[in-house]
């Protein structure tokens, strides 16, 4: 995996369950993720002013890919009933 530095946030979602969901998702279709949190808010269950925060971050390179694979499973998920 690259430099923290070196990722793009492709997504911010309230809760590290949620953010573990779409981790395993991209990882699925081979393409490496992390997550970035304050350790706070996991530690103390806090999912206010933005400590409940994930962010999901993939290289610039697996960008493109990885918003697609997002907007595909979103897509599908309006469609169920």
């Known amino acids: ?10 997504i911010v979602v309230e809760g590290l ?6 981790k395993s998702k991209l990882e699925s279709f081979e393409i490496p993720c992390m997550l970035k949190f304050e350790s706070a808010g996991r530690l103390m269950g806090i999912t206010m002013d ?11 390179e697996n960008y493109d890919k990885a918003l697609e694979i997002m907007n595909s499973a979103s897509d599908s998920d309006e469609e169920t009933p």
């Open 17 to 22: 369950m949620e953010a573990e969901i779409i």
């Open 50 to 60: 933005g400590l409940g925060e994930v962010q999901v971050m993939v290289s610039p």
């Open 1 to 10: 995996m690259e430099n923290e530095n070196d990722l793009k946030e492709l």
